[in-house]
């Protein structure tokens, strides 16, 4: 019998569509017909198609003063606990997918003894310690109780259990991801040697994602390239301050800050650069990373999460040490002067079709709930 598997997730940006829907279709293959419950951020409501019949939607919109914060989000894990009670009856399995996990939802699902798979994306507390959140930073100590409670801790590699302090829980952890790519979307459409002469980093312009550093390094990048020109593509808390560092350094008229850019959209973006800049302080595993690398584009980032998994240093991409912007620019420069990105990009196109398709990733989630 297939199993009963009702997803639970917070929606809180347009970079969490495709990780959900994906994780959507997954279930949709292995398990029955599948319910869930999607709290969603009222400015994203209508970018994801529900299906009224089985999906309850949540619309939670974070309040700015701190004890009105601390009131909705208690109440909040008391509406989708009554949802969990509810839907507990038809699942013998919940899936959260999301960093911070809820402490009332995940107790109601353990009471009524069903298994709790928790689906960590990214690590929680390393994006509190770059927001500097301080409701949030309440939530951290309550982690170690609710690694406690759930049946399994799903990470997308073994290099996460050191790097998020997991290491004591180990005997619960799984690996998989959600991630296949549709080659036939996200492809070379131009080959590297004739695409313009043009660099570009492409998420969320937030403090864990060291765009911030990227954008320091730019003058000293410019400094040996006069040339060059640049893709910030993304939106986010730090969009202003970008925008002012930028005209500071007169650098504004090399430089396209697009927006946020649609998945319809963003094969060709990727194909209008030769290198993709991801300076992360922690990731879980980029989609980014992986689009870009199926569509011919090589891609430098810091050794975080699960990308030392998928880049090797001058064979499938580029690992810098760290993202300071001297670190940065200095390895921009090692990329474009590399002889090598031909074979790069071919190696990586070669593994995005072998271990990134739809049937590989089902057949991981297979054997995940096999397990048990």
Request: glycine share 4%.
């Amino acid at each position: 019998m297939p199993p009963r598997i009702c997803l639970v997730a917070f929606f809180t940006h347009e970079a969490f569509f495709t990780p959900l829907s994906n994780i959507r279709k997954i279930i949709h293959e292995i398990g029955s017909p599948s319910e869930s419950i999607t709290i969603i951020d009222p400015n994203l409501v209508g970018k994801i198609v529900f299906d009224n019949k089985k999906d309850d939607v949540i619309v939670y919109k974070k309040n700015t003063s701190f004890f009105l914060r601390i009131l909705s989000y208690f109440c909040l894990n008391l509406q989708v606990s009554w949802k969990i009670f509810l839907k507990s009856k038809h699942a013998d399995s919940f899936i959260f997918f999301m960093e911070s996990g809820m402490p009332l939802p995940m107790i109601t699902a353990k009471i009524c003894t069903r298994r709790i798979f928790w689906f960590l994306p990214s690590s929680f507390r390393k994006m509190v310690e770059h927001k500097k959140d301080h409701v949030n930073l309440l939530l951290i100590p309550l982690e170690s109780i609710l690694y406690f409670i759930t049946d399994k801790i799903v990470l997308y590699s073994h290099n996460l259990e050191k790097a998020w302090n997991l290491q004591k829980y180990s005997e619960k952890i799984l690996i998989a991801h959600e991630h296949f790519i549709d080659t036939s979307t996200f492809t070379e459409l131009a080959p590297w040697a004739g695409r313009p002469f043009t660099i570009g980093y492409i998420g969320r312009l937030s403090e864990e994602k060291g765009v911030q550093n990227f954008v320091q390094a730019l003058p000293l990048v410019f400094c040996g390239h006069k040339d060059l020109r640049v893709l910030i593509g993304g939106d986010g808390d730090l969009k202003e301050t970008i925008t002012e560092t930028l005209e500071q350094e007169k650098l504004s008229p090399h430089i396209n800050l697009s927006g946020w850019i649609s998945r319809e959209e963003l094969p060709r973006y990727l194909n209008q650069i030769q290198l993709l800049v991801l300076p992360s302080y922690s990731e879980g595993l980029p989609n980014i990373v992986l689009e870009a690398m199926a569509c011919g584009t090589p891609v430098l980032a810091t050794p975080v999460g699960a990308i030392p998994d998928i880049i090797e240093d001058g064979k499938t991409g580029f690992i810098m040490e760290n993202n300071n912007p001297d670190c940065i620019a200095r390895n921009i420069q090692r990329v474009l002067e590399s002889t090598n990105l031909n074979d790069v990009t071919i190696n990586a196109k070669k593994i995005m079709a072998r271990d990134f398709t739809f049937e590989n990733t089902v057949k991981q989630w297979r054997n995940l709930f096999n397990i048990i």
